[in-house]
């Protein structure tokens, strides 16, 4: 027996005591799990769609100073999420440990939280980065014509072709999938070592800054006092290293998971704090002083590269920041993807009867990849809603994942379990990294629920609160509607490990049909 091979059956046996059965092929290597990690963060490509959330709340010292202080506290969130991940790597990963870690009285309800805060934040994902690599391509054009802006309309045709060339992208075989993960890491290390070393040495002396300017400027635009502003400057740090959970997805695809996922997170969240660190201290010395032309700008990150590199050495560039926030997109729909596969498997989505069904010729879950591609669609409409209102797709990313992050990892803690260490163990310090994520992440949540500026209109209001409000009253009616409700049937995780193979996601089916069947007996 290989190496690999007695990887793979400690991978199915450890599987097999979480209650599941091996349904995917083990593809991906330690390398290639951590660039699942690594893509999604995307770095360079990330900073560029979020860069005028620094530079609004702050200006240079956001960029370079608030980078730095929320990548501390994303380390702590990663660290601690590793630890679960590390113990239970299974796709369902955070609504899992949830209700393995809670108490009896509230498990099922906390599980259906999280799950349901998981997809939304995952689909959100998603949509912010396609929403992000439209705007980028229509930068492109514009760099090559400044007289061309595009429109809301026509970035949203745009975006949608993203998505679907992304779902024709996710539905092939899984090998295909972990090998793009080589490509995806080269090109995002690439891109960073560019702006860091190359940014410097292209930039006119008329637009590189003073160490005062670059390290102390702070200018605050959106009307909020400068210290609240600077804590809405963490958007731009929080968006970009978020969904480090994705590994956690992928980890029934993973060789050597109970290693190889916690430290893909923590890797890759450690790496995209330090290199993002020094990509936003380069901007800052090589932007300018006219911060209010980069802020009017159609990407301000591309109109800095314009006054660097030149108009032809910027087209070269940009090509490759697209190409680079594409396969970001592509990372995070996969990722999305198994998510919803997972909690489908459980019976907890709509129609988990037609999503819990692997494509027998790719071996892939094809209809929740098809499932994540409808639904981001339906919120990118929100771009539509006036030029503001996509904001509130950046941040449901942010806040709905750090709801499905912190019940998991509060849970361990709050209440009476036999949590098990995993081989990525941070000992004595668990408890108190805990709660600084914990409690780091509630902040973050009730911030980004806040409007960009304290003047606000129907147009410009921050819709968040409304969409992952929205999403999660409604999964509560689902949860407790009569007679059909979650509350009737939803147990939590369900073993899989005696259905037959072909039977497809009927079990929520099956178990409504049994309460049904009581109640009319009764």
């Known amino acids: ?34 660039g699942v990690a690594f893509s999604v963060i995307g770095l360079l490509p990330s900073i560029a769609s979020v860069l005028i959330y620094s530079l609004s709340n702050g200006g240079p ?11 501390l506290f994303i380390l702590c969130v990663a ?18 440990w949830t209700h393995s870690l809670s108490s009896p009285r509230c498990r099922n309800l906390l599980s259906w939280i999280v799950g349901y805060s998981n997809t939304i934040g995952s689909i959100a994902s998603v949509a912010s980065i396609d929403w992000g690599c439209a705007v980028q391509i229509a930068a492109a054009v514009n760099i090559s014509n400044q007289n061309f802006v595009a429109t809301q309309q026509q970035t949203f045709g ?22 793009l993960q080589n490509l995806y890491i080269l090109l995002n290390l690439c891109l960073c070592f560019v702006v ?26 959106n009307g909020w006092t400068s210290g609240y502003a600077f804590i809405l400057s963490f958007l731009a740090p929080l968006w970009t290293i978020c969904s480090f959970d994705s590994s956690v997805h992928i980890s029934e695809e993973a060789s050597n998971a109970t290693t190889a996922v916690p430290w893909a997170i923590v890797s890759a969240v450690g790496i995209a ?10 901007l800052a010395f090589c932007m300018g002083t006219d911060i209010t032309s980069l802020i009017s700008s159609p990407q301000p990150m591309a109109y800095i590269f314009l006054n660097s590199f030149g108009q032809n050495g910027t087209l070269i560039l940009w090509a490759f920041v697209v190409l680079g926030q594409y396969m970001m997109g592509s990372s995070m729909v996969l990722a999305a993807s198994r998510q919803s596969f997972a909690f489908s498997r459980d019976g907890a989505l709509p129609l988990s009867n037609i999503l819990y069904r692997m494509n027998s010729f790719t071996g892939t879950p094809v209809n929740t990849v098809w499932f994540v591609v409808t639904v981001s669609t339906l919120l990118g409409l929100l771009a539509l809603a006036g030029p ?8 449901i990313s942010v806040t709905g994942l750090y709801v499905a992050y912190a019940i998991p990892i509060a849970s361990r803690f709050i209440f009476k379990n036999n949590f098990k260490p995993g081989p990525f163990n941070l000992g004595v310090f668990s408890l108190p990294v805990g709660i600084i994520s914990v409690s780091f992440m509630a902040f973050m949540d009730i911030v980004f629920f806040f409007p960009t500026t304290p003047q606000t209109s129907t147009t410009s209001m921050n819709y968040t609160v409304v969409v992952l409000g929205g999403v999660l009253s409604l999964s509560l009616v689902w949860y407790y509607f009569p007679v059909y409700g979650g509350v009737h049937w939803f147990t939590g995780p369900v073993p899989n490990l005696h259905k037959d193979d072909g039977s497809g996601g009927s079990l929520a089916d099956q178990k409504v049909e049994a309460v049904v069947e009581v109640k009319e007996v009764q």
């Open 273 to 282: 704090g330090v290199l993002g660190w020094a990509i936003n201290i380069s």
């Open 61 to 71: 010292s956001a960029m370079v100073w608030g980078w730095a202080v929320a990548s």
């Open 388 to 395: 503001l209102a996509i904001n509130a797709v950046f941040a």
């Open 196 to 221: 860091i070393i190359g940014l410097p040495a292209a930039t006119p002396k008329e637009y590189m800054n003073t160490a005062s300017f670059a390290l102390g400027n702070f200018s605050n635009f």
């Open 1 to 34: 027996m290989t190496n690999k091979q007695t990887l793979d059956k400690a991978d199915e046996q450890v599987l097999a005591e979480l209650g599941y059965k091996q349904e995917f092929k083990r593809a991906f290597t330690p390398i290639e799990l951590f």
């Open 158 to 179: 745009i975006y949608v072709a993203v998505l679907f060339s992304h779902g024709i992208v996710c539905s092939l075989g899984t090998a295909v999938l972990a090998r």
């Open 79 to 96: 660290m601690s999420m590793a630890e679960l991940g590390s113990a239970a790597p299974t796709s369902g990963g955070l609504y899992f």
